[in-house]
């Protein structure tokens, strides 16, 4: 019998089939496609994470020149960042899999069943599946694990060309994480819900650019989204020549965590591990693959281990009580920046990359102990100008605390 079964394909199905591979378990995986077919979505990262993990390479453009404009100003942010090449992380993990005898599987997963020492997946075309643990790493409409329903979701939306544009709306070799300038809009939209602009140079005179709105319940809608994209671009003279790809954007940013006690594992966007302040989660999927591997061989190592004890080693890695807490503390902020007005977002963010390096990029790449998360959200609270401090404290007054006292009290998965 098969030791695990992983369900997904995406980054973070390949990433975690890879790492059980690796800790010497027997896998095999499903997903409705070629698990080498081509993943569409254009996912960056900060170069600082894929270094500890040796993948630096695998990134298909780097920038050092990486700024944000917020408040009227140029924040240059000093911290590599790069785009991934997809289909080499692509084939550097399925040969990690292949190495370690992954076995793929077409078909989508429908249901599953518990023994006392197997599950059993069943696919749509009545197929079985069997193995010691499932884990379902099939995205953020997860196909067969359990979740509480979900209120209030938040949604990142965003609507992105790659192309050629005149004259270029960066410097030659910049990326821009955020540009919040709205100069291009009326006062009167000015006071509608923010977005920013994500651009980058890729080189050969082409550009990334995507209007960006960072999470909004319910999401911002993509026309909304490309005609404040046409907007920016027209009010700072540039024109799009030739557009190559088009890039849209909707996924939740807060979905709720599943139940942590059930005899399946998740793993990725379907084990809620995109980052709430930021939507980004590949990072987080290449980080803890190996040690949730690990906790889970470390379980199946038992001859008498059953489904769930085999899920909960893993959850437990997954999700530990200091993750937990932090989780908590990055939907409080998530919470309160949805109702920031587009002045307090500005004034945020100006105040938010003007903290120490070490402390922004910690926030961002959820890489903080749970100290140092109170310690970079206490310094911005003592330096953000009064409007925004308002802003964070009406959290306190409002429902949002209970964010709060979870952290405080979140034991363990
Ligand atoms: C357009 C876009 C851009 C993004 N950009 C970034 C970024 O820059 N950086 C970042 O870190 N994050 C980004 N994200 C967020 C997040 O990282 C991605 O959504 C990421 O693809 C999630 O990875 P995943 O492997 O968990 O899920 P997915 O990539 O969604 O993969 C799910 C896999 O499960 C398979 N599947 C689905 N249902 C079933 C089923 N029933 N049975 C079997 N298989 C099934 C799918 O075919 C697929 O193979 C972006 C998201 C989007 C939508």
């Not at 410097?171 to 939209?189: C, F, I, K, N, S």
């Not at 909004?216 to 404040?228: A, F, G, I, Q, Y």
């Not at 926030?363 to 959200?377: G, I, K, R």
């Amino acid at each position: 019998m098969y030791d695990a079964l992983v369900v997904g394909a995406g980054p973070a199905g390949l990433a975690i089939a890879a790492a059980l591979a690796e800790a010497g378990l027997r896998v095999q995986g499903l997903a409705p496609a070629d698990p080498a077919a081509p993943w569409q979505n254009t996912f960056g990262i900060w170069a600082d994470e894929l270094e500890p993990l040796g993948l630096a390479h695998l990134l298909r453009h780097r920038w050092s020149d990486c700024s944000a404009y917020a408040d009227g100003r140029e924040l240059p942010l000093g911290r590599d960042y790069g785009l991934l090449d997809n289909r080499r992380l692509q084939a550097h993990l399925l040969e990690q899999c292949r190495r370690g005898g992954v076995v793929w599987h077409r078909g989508e997963a429908v249901d599953v069943r518990h023994t006392s020492d197997h599950s059993v997946v069943l696919t749509k075309a009545g197929d079985e599946l069997t193995a010691r643990l499932v884990v379902d790493a099939s995205g953020h409409r997860a196909a067969l694990l359990r979740r509480p329903p979900a209120h209030n979701l938040a949604f990142q939306a965003a609507y992105g060309i790659v192309g050629v544009l005149e004259p270029m709306p960066v410097r030659p070799g910049q990326m821009v994480l955020m540009d919040w300038r709205v100069d291009h809009l009326t006062p009167a939209e000015q006071a509608e819900p923010p977005s920013f602009l994500y651009a980058m140079d890729l080189g050969d005179g082409v550009t990334f650019v995507e209007e960006t709105s960072l999470a909004l319940c319910p999401p911002m809608s993509l026309d909304v989204l490309r005609e404040r994209l046409r907007r920016r671009l027209a009010h700072r003279g540039v024109e799009v020549r030739a557009v190559h790809h088009v890039e849209h954007v909707l996924f939740p940013m807060n979905l709720p965590l599943p139940d942590l006690d059930q005899p399946l594992l998740g793993y990725g966007a379907a084990a809620s591990l995109v980052h709430p302040a930021t939507g980004y989660q590949v990072n987080q999927a290449l980080r803890l693959a190996t040690p949730v591997a690990r906790a889970v061989a470390q379980a199946l190592g038992r001859p008498d281990a059953s489904p769930r004890a085999a899920a909960q080693a893993g959850w437990n890695a997954l999700w530990p009580a200091e993750r937990l807490r932090k989780r908590y503390i990055y939907l409080f902020g998530l919470e309160a920046t949805l109702r920031f007005s587009q002045r307090e977002l500005q004034s945020f963010f100006s105040a938010f990359f003007q903290l120490p390096r070490r402390q922004w990029a910690g926030y961002l790449s959820d890489t903080h102990a749970l100290s140092e998360l109170l310690e970079a959200m206490l310094t911005l609270f003592s330096r953000a100008p009064n409007h925004v401090r308002i802003g964070l404290l009406r959290g306190l007054a409002r429902e949002d605390r209970r964010l709060l006292l979870k952290a405080l009290t979140a034991a363990h998965a």
